[in-house]
Nanobody, 114 residues
């Protein structure tokens, strides 16, 4: 069983930055595609960014140039660096691990507001 624990969320002013972290248990992290998703109130969960086991990344158009996903296989951790944050980035951010099956973290709240 894989467990994912997110951290790093919080309240930030527009234009500010946050870095989210997601630590995975077990020994399959290096084989997995890791993703960050978000869900705003009243909206469906959407992909923000993903990174494959080989390091290939993709991003939602709304965050390109502002967010960066990265991974540290030695630490079983994936990161999401979020810069130039906007109020519309406000959401619960979830970490997802895909290898054979899918696992989700519990989510971390990001609020962008002045």
């Amino acid at each position: 069983q894989v467990q994912l624990v997110e951290s790093g969320g919080g309240l930030v002013q527009p234009g500010g930055s946050l870095r989210l972290s997601c630590a995975a248990s077990g020994n399959i992290f290096r084989l997995a595609t890791m993703g960050w998703y978000r869900q705003a109130p009243g909206k469906e969960r959407e992909l923000v960014a993903a990174i494959t086991s080989g390091g290939t990344t993709n991003y939602a158009d709304s965050v390109k140039g502002r967010f960066t996903i990265s991974r540290d296989n030695a630490k079983n951790t994936v990161y999401l660096q979020m810069n130039s944050l906007k109020p519309e980035d406000t959401a619960v951010y979830y970490c997802r691990l895909d290898v054979v099956r899918t696992y989700w973290g519990q989510g971390t709240q990001v609020t962008v507001s002045s």
